[in-house]
């Protein structure tokens, strides 16, 4: 989990796949960051979508949702 620290506390990220969405024949795995931020006298979580892996015919590729480049190991968060 990676870790941002701001003026008044810090935030963790982690990326997280949820599950499967199948259409036409594709499996689509939505992959998303799941931010915690903890500050003075208060604790918050956001959920931030930033790409879909789709699976289909034994190959997978990524669609980024942010534009960012993402890494080859969201890949091999689909097995």
């Not at 969405?21 to 939505?30: A, C, L, M, R, S």
């Not at 879909?52 to 669609?63: A, C, R, S, T």
């Not at 534009?67 to 969201?74: A, I, N, Q, R, T």
Request: charged residues 25%; negative net charge.
């Amino acid at each position: 989990m990676e870790k941002i620290e701001t003026c008044q506390g810090g935030m963790e990220g982690k990326i997280v796949k949820l599950q499967p969405i199948g259409v036409d024949g594709k499996e689509i795995y939505p992959l998303v960051r799941v931010v915690e931020i903890d500050g003075t006298g208060f604790h918050a979580q956001y959920i931030e979508p930033i790409a879909l892996v789709v699976v289909e015919n034994g190959e997978k590729y990524v669609i980024s949702i942010t534009g960012e480049d993402l890494s080859s190991d969201l890949w091999d968060m689909v097995s």
